[in-house]
């Protein structure tokens, strides 16, 4: 029986979190498939976090990251490295995932090597070319050279059409986020950071604090900041926890501002496991990440997202997840009606998940074998309940 070679290109902890159930899958089919797994170190230091976490041991590590990294930098050494592994491994398939730097290069370098290329999470856009930036070019860039796009939803499925992606090229997966965060929700989870093992913590009602996208550095950290500081001096029983991007813009107003408040608990940004259970235990989470938007809908936890735009509009739709800004008193006003008003508090608590259900890499897997006549059966897309 024939055996193709996949090469799955990733750089980013989001990338590692989506990646991962992808490369279990693959091991099913170790009599069909023999994968390699190129990194590019785009995020050095959480990449390896999440490298740990997963038991991932890549093939080949471009290990480019270098401080203040410019996104040139990133372009051209990526592009080089990578061009270098496919002209060695020649691949039936690339794999790239979502809307990094690396997404876009990894294709094009297996473009350049007329290497098919498939692009999980497809789709997402919010047609700002500079919101969020640089991913939503990114994320065009990547769509206009993949020939399998694995869309997460219907929507995204229909953004590709308009733009002129034949239907057959396109498949509905679901998105392989939701996979990875059922393997790592567990009931009575012990807390790898010390801090967050002390039960008393969570006799609060948490807010759960995440801000790391480019638009938000400066004046909107700030208010929103500013605005969680109203928010703990009116609410005697909230605790808000934030754990910090690395970055150090984002690290210095935060610290600034909140350090020295006791109902605030400031944390170094968590490795995948304490996060996702942490956000499981929060009341109210209050973010910019397009992950979170995607993960804590099946937790039954209200998003209000940090961001004018978001390129992921179901969960909004569904009434789980609500687009606010950065505002400070946008955001006291909406936090504090999901704190006194319990009808609204459930409404967005509902469970509903048009993301996906757990299912995402399998699909993927399958229809790639499908593509290369490698089973006799597409398998069913992703319908969202």
Not at 39 to 49: F, P
Not at 100 to 112: D, E, S
Request: proline share 4%; aromatic share 8%; net charge positive.
């Amino acid at each position: 029986m024939n055996k193709i070679k996949i090469a799955v290109i990733f750089g980013t902890r989001p990338e590692t979190i989506k990646m991962f159930p992808i490369l279990s899958e693959i091991k099913k089919y170790s009599h069909l498939i023999e994968s390699k797994i190129i990194v590019s170190g785009q995020h050095r230091e959480m990449l390896d976090q999440m490298l740990e976490i997963f038991q991932i041991h890549p093939d080949y590590d471009l290990n480019i990251m270098k401080q203040s990294q410019s996104l040139s930098h990133i372009t051209k050494n990526s592009l080089l490295g990578i061009e270098k592994i496919l002209k060695k491994e020649r691949p039936s398939m690339v794999l790239v995932q979502g809307d990094t730097t690396t997404t876009f290069v990894g294709a094009l370098a297996a473009f350049y090597q007329k290497i098919k290329i498939g692009h999980i999470e497809a789709g997402l856009r919010t047609n700002n070319k500079y919101y969020p930036f640089p991913e939503e070019i990114n994320r065009h860039l990547t769509s206009v050279l993949a020939d399998l796009h694995f869309a997460p939803t219907e929507k995204s499925c229909q953004n590709l059409l308009s733009e002129g992606v034949k239907r057959e090229n396109i498949f509905v997966s679901g998105n392989t986020v939701i996979d990875s965060l059922f393997l790592m929700i567990k009931e009575n989870y012990i807390f790898r950071e010390p801090l967050l093992r002390d039960v008393k913590i969570f006799e609060k009602k948490i807010i759960l604090v995440t801000m790391h996208r480019r638009e938000n550095w400066g004046r909107p950290l700030r208010e929103t900041c500013q605005a969680l500081i109203k928010l703990i001096d009116d609410y005697s029983d909230l605790l808000v926890i934030f754990p910090i991007h690395k970055n150090p813009e984002i690290r210095k107003i935060a610290n600034e501002i909140l350090k020295s408040r006791k109902e605030v608990l400031l944390l170094d940004t968590l490795d995948y496991k304490d996060m996702v259970n942490l956000m499981s235990k929060s009341y109210i989470i209050l973010t910019d990440s397009g992950g979170i938007q995607e993960e804590a809908p099946s937790l039954g936890k209200p998003v209000l997202v940090l961001r004018e735009e978001t390129e992921r509009p179901e969960a909004v739709e569904a009434g789980v997840v609500k687009l606010i800004g950065t505002n400070s008193k946008k955001i006291i006003k909406e936090v504090k009606e999901l704190l006194d008003n319990k009808e609204k508090y459930l409404e967005m608590t509902r469970n509903i998940n048009p993301y996906g259900d757990g299912k995402a890499a399998e699909r993927i897997i399958k229809k790639i074998l499908y593509n290369f006549n490698l089973v006799n059966q597409s398998p069913d897309e992703f319908k969202a309940k």
